[in-house]
């Protein structure tokens, strides 16, 4: 992997120079200039607009209490396409053009999480518990309950206390 990321590093700046030369025999130089700083200013049009509307079904989702997953990859996209727009080169340029474009995000986007193994956190812990009839609860989801000497305290009369939280037999360091 590390490889190819060296080789796109190395090629990709000789690649948009020829096409520059190649561009710039083509229409001139004045125009070629133009164009590139006409695809840099859509870029930014384009992600301020797409950005916002990306926001917008983020916080629907999350409003709808649905992890935004996909919005967050087409997000991703989005700031990927803008930085490629904003990079001088045709090549670039193409490549950024085609992510702002919805189908070829969601086919993008559908290729990589194909390939991913996705694990969803919430609170600092992974929730991908396999001990069935196992109840993880944080500190603020449950409370004591007094319970009567034969339900259970062993006859001492005093109430059980969840393993995770101190007892009055636990001392403290």
């Known amino acids: 992997m590390g490889l190819y990321i060296i080789a796109a590093i190395i090629l990709l700046p000789l690649i948009e120079i020829a096409v520059f030369i190649w561009v710039g ?8 200039i133009l164009l590139t700083v006409i695809t840099a200013m859509a870029g930014t049009i384009m992600l301020r607009q797409q950005g916002l509307s990306l926001l917008m079904r983020m916080q629907s989702e999350l409003d709808a209490g649905r992890a935004p997953g996909n919005e967050v990859m087409q997000g991703a996209m989005i700031v990927l396409a803008s930085i490629f727009l904003l990079i001088p080169g045709f090549v670039t340029d193409a490549v950024g053009l085609l992510l702002f474009v919805p189908p070829v995000r969601a086919a993008l986007a559908n290729f990589i999480i194909a390939r991913s193994n996705v694990v969803i956190v919430q609170g600092g812990a992974a929730r991908n518990r396999s001990d069935e009839g196992v109840v993880d609860l944080d500190q603020g ?3 004591e ?8 305290t062993g006859g001492s009369g005093q109430p059980r206390i969840s393993p995770w939280q101190d007892g009055p037999n636990d001392a403290k360091p």
């Open 25 to 32: 025999g083509l229409i001139g130089v004045l125009p070629t």
């Open 141 to 143: 989801d449950w409370s």
């Open 145 to 152: 309950k007094e319970e009567h000497p034969s339900e259970g």
